[in-house]
């Protein structure tokens, strides 16, 4: 129990410099920004799928959980969230490199990891828009959590920052108390084999805000116990702790759980074409 509860308290304390800083990002653009420069600022984001696609790609989910705060405060659009998500893949580096896995390889799933992340991101910018005012959204927020924004950047972020990690600590040791009792073994057994249904329920586990979830996806494809396009399928859905804050921060609901419909399909979808087209890395 005591490992469980260590576990939960090093998942998150990973992920606060991120949320930091993007709380200190959010409280510049209103303390600095005018409102049209604010509205210049989400209106242009036109290359942030290619950038989110990069940065999320970097070790662990830091990312993600700063992208996810920027995008409910609309500073970032939709589609660059979304590459960020596709793109991130919390504990696969690690346990490919720990593996001994070749570099090329790994360079390669990374790469298809950023390369689907940023055409995703653009198709999905192409069709939706926020319309909503960012400075005028921000000015709302600090009203609603009493944050006192007139205080200062670093004692507001820090009030915010505070706020969120209790929330993810909370999550997080629930998971890892359900997936204790569970076993990665009874996880393991769950995907491996099952042929077209592989590519689903791959993608299912990846939704799963935990490191677990990607080890677990990843050792079994180094075990050859699931496809190259399952891996994919449980990679490219997993992206951490980011859709537990987007659920947090972000008020409008049906626009949560449509980021999270598209991440499960986009996953299934992927990982199927990849093995149907017989991709080799």
Do not use: W
Not at 27 to 43: A, G, R, V
Not at 89 to 94: F, G, T, V
Not at 146 to 167: A, Q, R
Not at 206 to 232: K, R, W
Request: glycine share 8%.
């Amino acid at each position: 129990m005591l490992e469980v509860i260590k576990d939960a308290v090093i998942d998150v304390l990973k992920i606060i410099p991120f949320l930091f800083l993007a709380f200190c990002l959010l409280e510049y653009i209103e303390h600095k920004m005018n409102k049209k420069n604010s509205q210049y600022l989400i209106n242009n984001g036109k290359i942030g799928p290619i950038v989110g696609g990069v940065l999320g790609s970097f070790p662990q989910c830091g990312f993600s959980a700063m992208a996810t705060r920027l995008f409910s405060s609309h500073v970032i659009t939709m589609g660059t969230l979304i590459a960020v998500y596709l793109s991130t893949s919390d504990e696969m580096l690690p346990i490919l490199i720990s593996k001994g896995t070749n570099i090329i390889i790994i360079l390669k799933i990374i790469g298809i990891k950023i390369i689907i992340g940023i055409i995703f991101g653009f198709i999905i910018d192409l069709f939706y828009h926020k319309k909503e005012n960012y400075h005028n959204h921000i000015h709302d927020e600090c009203i609603h959590d009493h944050c006192h924004c007139e205080e200062g950047i670093l004692k507001s972020s820090l009030h915010h920052t505070l706020s969120i990690t209790l929330y993810l600590f909370l999550i997080t040791l629930f998971l890892n108390f359900l997936i204790y009792y569970i076993g990665e073994d009874a996880i393991s057994s769950f995907l491996a084999n099952k042929s077209v249904l592989g590519y689903f329920l791959t993608s299912l586990v990846g939704l799963i805000p935990n490191c677990a979830s990607s080890v677990v996806i990843t050792e079994l494809y180094l075990s050859e116990l699931i496809s190259l396009g399952s891996l994919f399928s449980g990679l490219l859905t997993g992206c951490g702790v980011g859709l537990l804050i987007l659920f947090r921060t972000n008020k409008n609901l049906k626009e949560n759980i449509s980021i999270l419909i598209l991440i499960y399909f986009i996953g299934v979808i992927c990982g199927a074409l990849i093995d149907l087209i017989g991709v080799i890395i």
